[in-house]
């Protein structure tokens, strides 16, 4: 086997036209990879639009914020916290009564800049709050409904959404067999 790999690397070698070739495709995926990483684009605690490497070095530390083992007992804290600070400017009755446009220009209007990008933490809150989501609610709408102590559990409420979801049937077009509810359910 070396030796056809060997054979035909000769062959990429001796020939210019295969060489040229195989050179410039090695540029056009630099480019490529070095594209990837110069058009990345995030927005800093301040609003600030970051752009290339500086982007990258925020997610990563908005991702290592909320690192580590989801818990049971770590996201009732992080759901406690939420709402204490959520509703330390705001009634959580009239959020939850808000429609989602209202809700967000509520929480802009009653925070500062750095409040409110806690509140919708780069995804993480939106994310830990779709187990409890139905329909697209915003996470303080969310949170206001379900109060400091949510009476299901995150992975109960996963478990409802993944049966839900099966049962829904991709909008009722498609009905689920045993082995393939089994199977979704196991990958849940």
């Not at 060997?6 to 001796?14: D, H, V, W």
């Not at 908005?62 to 770590?74: D, I, Q, W």
Request: glycine share 6%.
């Amino acid at each position: 086997m070396f030796d056809l790999v060997k054979f035909e690397l000769k062959k990429i070698i001796a020939r210019p036209s295969t060489r040229y070739t195989c050179l410039a495709v090695a540029l056009v995926l630099c480019a490529i990879m070095a594209l990837n990483v110069l058009q990345a684009k995030t927005t800093s605690n301040t609003e600030e639009i970051l752009s290339g490497f500086d982007a990258i070095h925020q997610r990563q530390t908005a991702a290592a914020e909320h690192a580590g083992v989801l818990s049971g007992e770590r996201i009732a804290e992080e759901v406690a916290a939420y709402y204490d600070l959520a509703f330390s400017e705001l009634d959580p009755q009239e959020v939850a009564s808000m429609s989602n446009a209202a809700a967000y220009d509520a929480v802009s209007s009653a925070y500062d800049d750095e409040t409110r990008s806690e509140l919708y933490g780069a995804g993480y809150y939106p994310w830990l709050f779709s187990a409890w989501n139905s329909g697209s609610k915003e996470p303080i709408q969310v949170s206001a409904l379900l109060g400091p102590d949510p009476e299901v559990s995150f992975y109960d409420a996963l478990d409802e959404r993944v049966q839900a979801a099966l049962d829904d049937g991709q909008g009722g077009s498609w009905t689920y067999s045993d082995a393939e509810r089994a199977f979704w359910t196991n990958k849940q």
